[in-house]
């Protein structure tokens, strides 16, 4: 849980410090909606499912859940804010967030946060590379 508060941490300050080109209201409707896609995702595979589990144990901690409200829109929020807006120029950025968010996913691994009991790395690189295109299509539509 340290490596997870700590990043959160440094993300919190990422998220104030940097050049905003997003809309305030854009980035309380993308943490409210990531925040609450995380959570039910994590839930069903991690505590349905039983694929995996956080901060160190099966149970549903109230760290860990804290720390599932803050991660997933800290690192949404910058890819947002600085995407380019042409596609053909989204393509690498996209493709470098899903190969970041896969190396993230295994230090969180390697640092006992995160304990795969059935899920495999390659699964999320799969998810990260779904996910950013229908995060970027959510963003185009709640900005409209």
């Known amino acids: 849980m340290i490596y997870a508060s700590i ?8 998220n104030w410090f940097m050049p905003k080109h997003m809309k305030p209201r854009d980035m309380v409707i993308i943490w409210i909606s990531l925040s609450w ?4 995702v994590d839930f069903y595979l991690g505590y349905v499912m039983e694929l995996y589990y956080f901060g160190g144990t099966e149970q549903l901690s109230t760290a860990a859940f804290t720390v599932k ?4 829109p800290l690192f949404t929020i910058p890819f947002l804010n ?3 807006k042409k596609f053909p120029r989204f393509v690498p950025y996209w493709l470098a967030w899903a190969a970041f968010s896969t190396f ?3 230090t969180t691994v390697h640092f006992d946060y995160l304990t795969y009991t059935g899920w495999k ?3 999320s690189a799969i998810f990260y ?6 995060v970027r299509w959510f ?6």
Do not use: D, K, Q
């Not at 896609?37 to 039910?40: H, P, T």
């Open 82 to 84: 600085f995407m380019p």
């Open 7 to 14: 990043v959160v941490a440094i993300l919190l300050l990422i």
């Open 129 to 134: 590379i779904f996910i950013f295109p229908l």
């Open 139 to 144: 963003y185009y539509y709640i900005r409209h």
């Open 69 to 72: 409200l803050f991660m997933s």
């Open 104 to 106: 993230f996913e295994w």
């Open 121 to 123: 790395s390659w699964y």
């Open 37 to 40: 896609l995380e959570i039910v």
